[in-house]
């Protein structure tokens, strides 16, 4: 399918190009992401979807979506993202673990905007606090997140998305200069 919206550059046209993975989001490029970054979804966590400066001239952040969802956006540079963490001991299906939370990117091009992408989360489950052995790993998809199928759904689990969220909050409050 194409992209038909004739507001949008050409350059933006997703038209089946190439799909990037997490390794090739440098660290010093930025996410953009639009709107009031307090905005995140309050009820549960997903993907949070941004554009990548990689693939999207400044000047066009506000003009791809149609209809325009906000007139203004905040940015976070991607090696911040990368080092954020967030780790608790807690009690998952009867054992006291270290549950690790991190990101991951995701170049998720849209047919009318090819720059568009999503911080996914990565949660890793240790033994121990030095993280020596590893009992399970996820990425949290939006499909995961609707499916109901992330142990970070769990009740037990609250104050940590609440955390994680405040966290990613703080991160996109870089103002365009």
């Known amino acids: ?20 993975s997490d390794p090739d989001f440098l660290n010093d490029q930025f996410l953009y992401r639009l709107g009031n970054p307090i905005e995140f979804p309050q009820g549960t966590i997903t993907a949070f979807s941004c554009k990548w400066s990689f693939l999207i001239e400044e000047q066009d952040v506000l003009t791809v979506d149609t209809p325009s969802i906000s007139d203004s956006y905040k940015y976070a540079i991607i090696e ?6 967030l780790k608790e001991e807690k ?9 690790k939370l991190t990101c991951t990117l ?8 090819y720059s568009h992408s999503e911080i996914l989360i990565k949660h890793e489950i240790f033994k ?8 399970n790993s996820y990425i949290y ?7 109901n199928k992330t142990v970070l759904q769990r009740k037990s689990f609250k104050e940590m998305r609440k955390d994680y969220r405040k966290d990613m909050i703080k991160l996109f409050c870089y103002p365009i200069i």
């Not at 009690?91 to 549950?99: C, V």
């Not at 995701?106 to 905007?113: I, K, Q, T, V």
């Not at 998809?141 to 499916?147: A, H, K, R, S």
Request: aromatic share 12%; net charge negative.
């Open 1 to 20: 399918m194409a992209c038909n919206s004739e507001g949008v550059p050409k350059y933006l046209h997703w038209d089946g190009k190439q799909v990037f």
């Open 80 to 85: 911040a993202i990368r080092c954020y963490s």
């Open 91 to 99: 009690n998952s299906d009867g054992i006291n673990a270290w549950h």
């Open 106 to 113: 995701s170049h998720a091009p849209n047919e009318c905007d």
């Open 128 to 135: 121990d606090i030095e993280e020596t052995e590893i009992i």
């Open 141 to 147: 998809t939006y499909e995961l997140w609707q499916g």
